[in-house]
C-alpha cells in the first residue's frame, strides 16, 4: 500500500513570498489533515477535511494559510505571504474514518521543510 | 488551557535496559492516548493507543500505562536496541474529535 505523498521535501523562500506544498493521501482515505511541526515541538493541527469539506480550521491563520481539497482527493496547503515564523515542517496525515468507529489511526507523509528567511 | 508535558531532555540508556518514557496531561478527559514514533527527517508513526478503560496495553516489546487518575501515561519499550533511538510522541485523544494534539516529544538515544 503506497503511503501519504507530500511534495515538495524543502522549499526555501524569502519572507512575503508565497509557497504552496502538495499532499496526496493513502487511498479510500476520508480525512485529511494538514499539521505544523515547529522544531523541538510537536506537531500542531492547521485544519482537517472529511472528504472534501472542513471540519476542523481553527487554528489555522486564515490571513495567510489557506487550503483545499478537490474531490476529497489531493490537497494543497498555502501560505501568502510567508514570514520568518511559518519556518517549520508542514505535515500531511490521513486515516480512514468510517461513522460510528471511533478510532482510525492517522499516517502520516515525510513533510515538507519550510525555511522562511 | 488543554497542556501536555513529555520530558524535554533526551532519554540515554543503555542497550538491553527498559525505557521509561512519561506523558502528564492538564484540562484534558481524553477518551484514549496514542503513542508515536518519529524518526528524523520523517513523519510521525502510530505505535499503540490504550483507552481510558484500560489500565495496561502491550505489544512486542512496547508497554503502554494509562492512569486517568493522576492524568499520566507511561511507555515502555523492554530490551531497549540502538534502533529503538528516535523521539516519541504521545497524543491525549477523544471527546469526538479525531485531529491530535501532541505532547513536545521525548528523544530516546539507545547507547550499543
Known amino acids: 500500500e503506497a503511503g501519504v505523498a507530500q511534495s515538495p521535501r524543502y522549499k526555501i523562500i524569502e519572507k512575503r513570498q508565497s509557497v504552496a506544498f502538495w499532499c496526496n493521501p493513502i487511498?479510500?482515505?476520508?480525512?485529511l489533515y494538514w499539521y505544523q511541526q515547529i522544531l523541538g515541538q510537536g506537531p500542531k493541527l492547521l485544519i482537517q477535511?472529511?472528504?472534501?469539506?472542513?471540519?476542523?480550521d481553527s487554528q489555522l491563520p486564515k490571513d495567510r494559510f489557506s487550503a483545499e481539497r478537490l474531490k476529497g482527493v489531493d490537497s494543497t496547503l498555502k501560505i501568502q505571504p510567508a514570514k520568518l515564523e511559518d519556518s517549520a515542517v508542514y505535515l500531511c496525515?490521513?486515516?480512514?474514518?468510517?461513522?460510528?468507529?471511533?478510532?482510525?489511526?492517522?499516517?502520516f507523509g515525510p513533510g515538507t521543510r519550510l525555511t522562511v528567511t | 488551557s488543554q497542556k501536555i508535558e513529555q520530558n524535554s531532555e533526551a532519554l540515554n540508556i543503555q542497550e538491553g535496559k527498559t525505557a521509561t518514557l512519561t506523558c502528564n496531561y492538564t484540562?484534558?478527559?481524553?477518551?484514549?492516548l496514542q503513542w508515536y514514533r518519529q524518526d528524523p527527517g520523517r513523519g510521525p508513526v502510530f505505535l499503540l493507543l490504550?483507552?481510558?478503560?484500560?489500565k495496561e496495553k502491550r505489544k512486542e516489546r512496547l508497554k503502554v500505562t494509562f492512569d486517568t487518575t493522576l492524568k499520566q501515561s507511561l511507555f515502555h519499550i523492554t530490551a531497549s536496541q540502538p534502533a529503538d533511538s528516535a523521539t516519541y510522541l504521545c497524543?491525549?485523544?477523544?471527546?469526538?474529535?479525531?485531529?491530535?494534539?501532541f505532547g513536545s516529544g521525548t528523544r530516546l538515544q539507545v547507547q550499543p
Open positions: 490504550i483507552r481510558e478503560n484500560e
Open positions: 484540562n484534558y478527559s481524553p477518551a484514549y
Open positions: 487511498s479510500g482515505h476520508a480525512t
Open positions: 497524543a491525549p485523544s477523544g471527546g469526538g474529535r479525531r485531529a491530535l494534539t
Open positions: 477535511f472529511q472528504n472534501n469539506g472542513v471540519v476542523d
Open positions: 496525515a490521513s486515516s480512514l474514518d468510517r461513522q460510528g468507529i471511533t478510532f482510525y489511526e492517522q499516517y
